[in-house]
C-alpha cells in the first residue's frame, strides 16, 4: 500500500511499477507495441485534469516547428490495462471502498472529449475502443487520435518552415504532416503505434492511487506544462475532499490537514504552498461534491485553459474567499473572468479586490442573472450539446461578471441607481444570449426573478399608432423631381419664448417653512469653524515660550525636558493645530484629543439661574508637529556627541544652560543657530510642545525602565509617568443687538491640556500614560481551519499524535 512506501513520490512510483507491470515467465518486462488508437488518458493522470483541446492544437504547431521525435515520445510510455469484464465487479468495489466512481476508460474518454470542440472527433466510432490507458505523454497521443480521426482544427500552415497541417477543408492531414520533415516520424507513430510498459489492472483494485502518484513521477520529469497548476489542486482536493466525507463517521465534515495528507504527494511541492487553503475554502464553500459550481467551474477550464499559456495563482482564490457569501455563481464567474485576462510570464492577473467590497444587496442583480441562466435556462442550453453549451454558458459567464464590474466601478451615483444600470445593461447581455443560442419565448422570462423579463423585446408586437411627442420629428420624404420636401419639417419653439402671450400667476415659495426645518443646517460646520478659531487665540494668546521646558532631538527622537525644577501643576501645554486649522467629527489615530462643544442660548431671564442648552459636541484634534532639518555637518556631530555623552552617563546641564535627559541630547549650542538648520517652504513646520511629550502605554513602561536600569545609577533619572491631560474651559461670546433682541449664542469649550501631576526634577522628560488601542471585534475575522492549522504547528510537540483531528464543518 502506499502508506508503506517510502515517502518519496518517484520511489513509490518505481516500487508500485515494479510490483505491477506485467512480466513474462522468464521475469523479463512486456512490453507491447500498441496502436495510438486504442491508447487513452487515465482517469487519475495530473489529478484528474483532462487534456484540453487548445493545448493539444498549440502542441502539435510547436512540435512540428521544432521537429517530432518519436524516439523521445516513445520514452517513459506507462499504461494501465483495462480491468477483464469478469473482474469488473471487484474493481468497482473497490473505488466505492476509496470513495472514487468507476467508468471504463472508452466511456470517460467520449464523455471528456465530447465536451471540446477540438477533441469531440477523438474517440467517435470506430477510433472508441480503448485497451491501455495512458499516465504520461496524453496531450501527444490526443493529438494522434486528432490527426487520424481528421478532426478539424483549421491550423494555419506554417510558410516559413513549409509545414501544412490541414487539408482544404481545414482538418488534420496525415498525409499533408507526413510529406514535411520535421512530420515524417509522426506518420510513423501513427501507423506502427507506441512501445509501452503495461501495468497489471489490479493495482487499480489494490492501491487505486498508484495511478495519479505514478502519473505525477513520470509528468515531473517533463517540462514546465506539467507543473501542479491550480486546477490539478481543485481537482486532487476535489476528490480527496468527496472520499474523505463518504468515509467520515462525523457526517459532513472534513478536515483540510487529513485531506492534504491524502494528496500531498501528488500535489508536490504545490502541497507547500501557504495559499493552498484558498483553495480548499473555496472548494468547501461552494459544496464541492454537492453542488454545480465546482464542476461547472472545472468543465469550462478543462476545454477553453490552456495551462501552458494561463495559470491563477493559489492567491487568486483569497479575493474569492472574500467575496459575498451567497453569491456562489458569481465567483464562478469572477474566476472565468481572471483566465480571460492577458497573461504575464503565463499567469493571469488576481480578480480585482474590489471585488471583495459587493454586499449581497449590490451583487445581487449579477448573481440572479447567473442563476437564471444555469438553472432555469439549463434545459434549453443542454439542448444546444455539450460543447456549444459550454462555450455559450462561459461567454455569458464572462460578459456578464465584466459588465457588472464596470458599472459598479465606473458609476458615481447612488446604489439604487447602481442596481438599476447593473440590471439594465445585463438585460442587455442576457437579450444577446438569447438571440445568440435561439431561446424559445417562453425560457426568456423568469419564474422567480421579478426584474428577468424579455418575451416583450424578444417578439415585438406590431406597431401601434401614438401621437406624436414633444420630442418627436418627421421622417423627410422628398420629391425626387424637383428635390423640394414634401412636407416641412416640425419646428421648436425657443423655450424661453413659449407662454408670452399667456398671462402667468405668480407662486408663492415656501421658504418660512424651509428656515423654520432648518434652523440647524450647517450647525455642525459652524461650530468646528469657531472650535477652530478657539484653538488659534489660544495659539496667538496663550504664553507657552515661558513655560519651563524644551524640546530636544536625539537622532530621529523628540522629548521634551523640564528645564529647571517645576512645581506640581506648574506647566500648562495647550495642543494648538495651527496648520491643520481643522478639526474632525471622527478619529483613529491613536494620540488624537478631543474638544468638547457646548452651544447655549442668550440668557433672557437671569432670574430662571438655567442656561438654555442648544447642543452639544465632541471634535477630535489629530497630531502634528513637523520640526526643520539639521545640516548634514551638524546632524553627524550631535550623533558623535550624543553617543559620547551616553557611554559617560553625563546627565547634567549644559554649559549655554540646555538640558539633557539622561545623556541624550543637543551638544551645547550645535543647533542653536538659524543657519544650522534646513527650513521648509510655506512654514512647512509646526511644534506645539503639547504633541512632542512623549506617550507610552504601561507595558512600555515597564519595558524601557527594564532597559534603561542597568544604565542608571540613580534611580531618580529613570523615566516616569509624571503628566496627563486636564480640562480647561474657555468661553466664546458674540455680543449685540438687533432690534432690541439678541441674535447670539454662547460657546464653551472643554480644550484638554497637559500639565505635570508631580513634582518635576531638572532635565527631567515628560512622559503620559496611554492606553493599549484594541481593535474593535468587527474587524477580527472569524477563526476557521487554517488558525487552527497553525496553532497545530506550534504545538506539534506538545500534543500527542494520536490526538483526534480538528474538524470544521
Known amino acids: 500500500m502506499a502508506s508503506k512506501c517510502p515517502a518519496g513520490t518517484v520511489t513509490q512510483a518505481c516500487a508500485f511499477r515494479a510490483k505491477y507491470r506485467l512480466v513474462d515467465t522468464g521475469g523479463h518486462v512486456i512490453r507491447a507495441r500498441t496502436l495510438v488508437n486504442y491508447l487513452a488518458p487515465n482517469t487519475a493522470n495530473r489529478g484528474g485534469v483532462y487534456p484540453a483541446g487548445i493545448r493539444c492544437k498549440q502542441l502539435l504547431q510547436d512540435v512540428l516547428v521544432s521537429g517530432f521525435s518519436k524516439e523521445e515520445l516513445n520514452n517513459q510510455v506507462v499504461t494501465v490495462e483495462e480491468c477483464p469484464p469478469e473482474e469488473l465487479a471487484a474493481v468497482i468495489a473497490a473505488k466505492q471502498t476509496a470513495g472514487l466512481s468507476y467508468a471504463s476508460a472508452a466511456a470517460y474518454n467520449r464523455s471528456e472529449s465530447a465536451k471540446d470542440e477540438l477533441l469531440a472527433t477523438c474517440f467517435q466510432s470506430p477510433y472508441d475502443k480503448v485497451t491501455l490507458t495512458l499516465l504520461a505523454h496524453n496531450h501527444m497521443v490526443m493529438v494522434c487520435r486528432a490527426v487520424i480521426t481528421g478532426a478539424k482544427w483549421d491550423v494555419t500552415p506554417n510558410v516559413e518552415k513549409g509545414i501544412t497541417f490541414c487539408d482544404k477543408d481545414g482538418r488534420l492531414s496525415a498525409t499533408a504532416i507526413a510529406a514535411t520533415p520535421n512530420g515524417m516520424e509522426l506518420q510513423e507513430v501513427l501507423n506502427e503505434g507506441l512501445d509501452c510498459e503495461i501495468l497489471s489492472w489490479k493495482m487499480e483494485c489494490e492501491v487505486p492511487e498508484a495511478a495519479g502518484i505514478i502519473s505525477l513521477a513520470l509528468n515531473n520529469a517533463s517540462d514546465v506544462a506539467m507543473r501542479t497548476t491550480e486546477l490539478t489542486a481543485v481537482a486532487e482536493l476535489s476528490g480527496a475532499i468527496i472520499a474523505s466525507r463518504r468515509s467520515s463517521a462525523l457526517g459532513n465534515t472534513v478536515a483540510f490537514k487529513s485531506v492534504l495528507d491524502q494528496v500531498r504527494h501528488r500535489l508536490d511541492v504545490a502541497a507547500e504552498d501557504p495559499d493552498l487553503g484558498e483553495v480548499f475554502l473555496f472548494l468547501i464553500n461552494g459544496g464541492v461534491g454537492t453542488n454545480s459550481y465546482i464542476p461547472d467551474f472545472m468543465q469550462f477550464a478543462q476545454v477553453f485553459v490552456n495551462s501552458k ?7 487568486a482564490f483569497t479575493v474569492i474567499n472574500k467575496m459575498c457569501g451567497d453569491a456562489h455563481w458569481s465567483k464562478v464567474a469572477v474566476l472565468k473572468r481572471a483566465y480571460h485576462k492577458k497573461p504575464n510570464n503565463g499567469y493571469c492577473a488576481n480578480p480585482e479586490m474590489a471585488w471583495t467590497g459587493f454586499d449581497s444587496e449590490s451583487i445581487s442583480p449579477l448573481e440572479d442573472a447567473l442563476r437564471f441562466m444555469h438553472v432555469e435556462c439549463l434545459s434549453s442550453v443542454q439542448a444546444m450539446g455539450k460543447f456549444e453549451a459550454n462555450k455559450a454558458v462561459s461567454g455569458f459567464d464572462v460578459m456578464a461578471a465584466d459588465t457588472f464590474f464596470k458599472v459598479m466601478t465606473t458609476s458615481k451615483r447612488e446604489r439604487n441607481k447602481k442596481i438599476d444600470d447593473v440590471r439594465c445593461e445585463l438585460l442587455s447581455v442576457l437579450a444577446a444570449f438569447m438571440d445568440e443560442v435561439k431561446m424559445v419565448q417562453a425560457s426568456r422570462q423568469s419564474s422567480s426573478i ?55 400667476k405668480p407662486v408663492g415659495l415656501p421658504w418660512r417653512d424651509w428656515i423654520v426645518d432648518n434652523k440647524v443646517l450647517g450647525c455642525v460646520e459652524s461650530d468646528k469653524a469657531a472650535t477652530v478659531v478657539c484653538m488659534h487665540s489660544i495659539h496667538e494668546n496663550f504664553d507657552v515660550v515661558s513655560q519651563q521646558i524644551d524640546v530636544l532631538m536625539t537622532g530621529h527622537n523628540i522629548s521634551v525636558v523640564a528645564l529647571t525644577a517645576v512645581a506640581e501643576k506648574g506647566l500648562r501645554l495647550p495642543p494648538c493645530i495651527p496648520k491643520q486649522s481643522k478639526v474632525l467629527d471622527t478619529s483613529e489615530h491613536p494620540w488624537a484629543v478631543s474638544v468638547l462643544v457646548q452651544v447655549k442660548r442668550p440668557v433672557i431671564d437671569i432670574t430662571s439661574g438655567t442656561v438654555p442648552n442648544i447642543r452639544t459636541s465632541t471634535f477630535f484634534m489629530n497630531p502634528e508637529f513637523t520640526h526643520p532639518k539639521p545640516t548634514d555637518e551638524a546632524f553627524q556631530a550631535n550623533r558623535s556627541w550624543g553617543l559620547a555623552a551616553e557611554s559617560a552617563g553625563a546627565a547634567a546641564k549644559q554649559k549655554d544652560g540646555t538640558m539633557t535627559s539622561d545623556g541624550h541630547g543637543l551638544q551645547p549650542g550645535l543647533f542653536g543657530r538659524d543657519h544650522q538648520w534646513i527650513w521648509g517652504l510655506g512654514s512647512a513646520e509646526t511644534m506645539h510642545p503639547f504633541w512632542a511629550v512623549r506617550r507610552l502605554s504601561h507595558y512600555q513602561m515597564l519595558k524601557e525602565v527594564a532597559l534603561l536600569k542597568e544604565k542608571a545609577t540613580d534611580d531618580k533619572l529613570l523615566p516616569r509617568f509624571n503628566c496627563k491631560l486636564i480640562g480647561e474651559r474657555l468661553t466664546q461670546c458674540s455680543l449685540g443687538v438687533l432690534e432690541s433682541k439678541m441674535p447670539t449664542c454662547t460657546r464653551i469649550f472643554d480644550v484638554p491640556f497637559i500639565t505635570n501631576i508631580c513634582a518635576l526634577r531638572e532635565g527631567e522628560e515628560l512622559i503620559m500614560e496611554v492606553g493599549c488601542r484594541k481593535k474593535k471585534k468587527d474587524d477580527k475575522r472569524k477563526r476557521d481551519f487554517r488558525d487552527q492549522l497553525v496553532d497545530d504547528t506550534k504545538d506539534e510537540k506538545k500534543i500527542p499524535k494520536k490526538e483526534a483531528t480538528k474538524l470544521i464543518r
Do not use: C, N, Y
Open 309 to 315: 499559456l494561463r495559470q491563477l495563482r493559489f492567491s
Open 450 to 504: 421579478d426584474w428577468i423579463d424579455l418575451t416583450a423585446s424578444a417578439k415585438p408586437g406590431p406597431a401601434v399608432a401614438e401621437a406624436p411627442g414633444v420630442d418627436h420629428v418627421r421622417i423627410m420624404e422628398m420629391d425626387e423631381s424637383t428635390g423640394k420636401p414634401k412636407a416641412s419639417q416640425v419646428e421648436f419653439e425657443d423655450r424661453d419664448r413659449q407662454g408670452q402671450g399667456e398671462e402667468l
